[in-house]
């Protein structure tokens, strides 16, 4: 792959991470301040630079506790960063689960609770309901992570077999007021599914999550499955009077991201289309489509004349079924859409997620173009052989074509960009 194509496609992808950046995107979400004490919380990827740059715009003095996946850590002063465990929760999650609840019990009408919440936030607070256990959240974890089914189904679930998700924190804040400030990763932005909404009711319960279980085949763990049906507490509803004089705010979205690749793409002297933020399904099979669409411009210039660059997002998934590999659903979606593009010398494309890290290994996302398959087949890899082994890292990895960029403190999820000479 031509070296000014990676730079290009890096170039997008870089302007689509700075448009979630929250020192940029802060300023202009930040909520009346109170007469009494300001309480940050939160959990996330980009947590921890959400507080931090709350901190700095805030000018007066705050407290509270966050929670982000190791590493991903950023100084504070009076607002405390833990660590925990992602996308399988940890013990450390449990603990941390137990001090956001304990920051916003026993607050007055005249407090307020600031909620930094962005993605990864579900696997980061685990808060088991009596009768389950960390160990039943971890193996619940699992199983829907290897279902291949939707984020909003998966955060239906979770929500039910929790006491901090479904707007359940926000219900322990009352009276104090909240203002939650949310990055979404989630295709169409609504504010409960980020992070399974911990500040932020929404409107399926038990009946739902129970329904999805049976629709998707899902292995719940027994004792999950049992809390769904018996449990006598639902999810909290927006009818509560308790959420009155609340605060939602989406303050950066793929959407937003995306419109700024669109825009240094267009400034480059390319046209710039935006398929769609909210794109689902599984990996591999988004790679075969829109490698149909990339295939179609190149030879016919429909249904967008050539140069142009597409441009997409959303959250695919990988049902992993018995064979797992190294990779994540960008780097699986890339090599499914190589092996429909190969021999097109005028395609190429990124397809990484925005918070730094593809799946299980440390890289973004992957490159590749018209020649990427043949090319592999030259280090004696089989593509096909990969992508049935949920194997893409280890293709790329070969090639020299990762996208490592480490964490980048925020996450809307995935980004796509196609390039069609």
Not at 208 to 237: F, G, M, N
Request: glycine residues 12%; hydrophobic residues 45%.
């Amino acid at each position: 792959m031509r070296h000014t194509e990676k730079e290009f496609l890096k170039g997008l992808f870089d302007a689509a991470v700075a448009a979630a950046d929250p020192v940029r995107v802060l300023p202009g979400f930040l909520p009346q301040t109170p007469r009494g004490r300001t309480v940050v919380v939160g959990a996330g990827k980009g947590a921890a630079q959400l507080a931090a740059a709350f901190e700095r715009l805030w000018g007066r003095e705050v407290a509270g506790t966050i929670v982000t996946p190791y590493g991903h850590a950023a100084d504070c002063s009076g607002i405390r960063v833990l660590e925990a465990a992602h996308p399988v929760p940890d013990e450390n999650g449990l603990i941390a689960s137990r001090e956001l609840i304990k920051a916003v019990t026993g607050l007055g009408p005249d407090d307020l609770v600031v909620a930094l919440i962005c993605g990864g936030s579900s696997a980061l607070l685990p808060a088991p309901p009596k009768g389950l256990s960390l160990a039943d959240e971890q193996d619940l974890n699992i199983a829907l992570l290897n279902s291949g089914a939707p984020i909003g189904v998966m955060n239906a679930i979770r929500k039910c077999a929790s006491e901090i998700k479904g707007g359940r924190l926000a219900r322990i804040a009352h009276p104090a007021k909240v203002a939650s400030l949310i990055v979404s990763d989630v295709p169409g932005d609504d504010p409960s599914e980020v992070g399974s909404g911990p500040t932020v009711p929404g409107t399926t319960g038990r009946a739902e999550a129970i329904e999805y279980v049976s629709a998707y085949q899902i292995p719940i763990p027994k004792r999950i499955e049992q809390h769904l049906l018996q449990a006598e507490d639902d999810i909290s509803s927006p009818d509560e009077s308790c959420f009155e004089g609340h605060e939602v705010r989406v303050i950066a979205s793929a959407g937003m991201s995306l419109e700024a690749a669109a825009q240094l793409a267009s400034d480059s002297g390319y046209a710039a289309v935006v398929l769609s933020d909210s794109i689902e399904g599984e990996a591999a099979q988004a790679g075969t489509v829109l490698a149909a669409i990339a295939r179609e411009i190149a030879n016919r210039d429909r249904p967008f004349r050539k140069p142009v660059v597409l441009l997409s997002g959303g959250e695919t998934t990988v049902t992993i079924g018995g064979r797992s590999g190294r990779g994540g659903r960008n780097a699986e979606f890339l090599l499914s859409f190589a092996l429909a593009i190969q021999g097109f010398d005028g395609i190429a494309a990124l397809a990484a997620d925005t918070d730094g890290k593809d799946g299980t290994e440390d890289n973004a996302g992957a490159f590749a173009d018209g020649s990427t398959i043949a090319r592999l087949r030259t280090t004696g890899m089989d593509a096909r052989a990969a992508l049935v082994a949920h194997d893409a890292w280890s293709a790329f990895d070969a090639l020299g074509d990762l996208l490592v960029t480490g964490p980048t403190g925020t996450n809307v999820n995935d980004f796509r960009a196609m390039i069609i000479h």
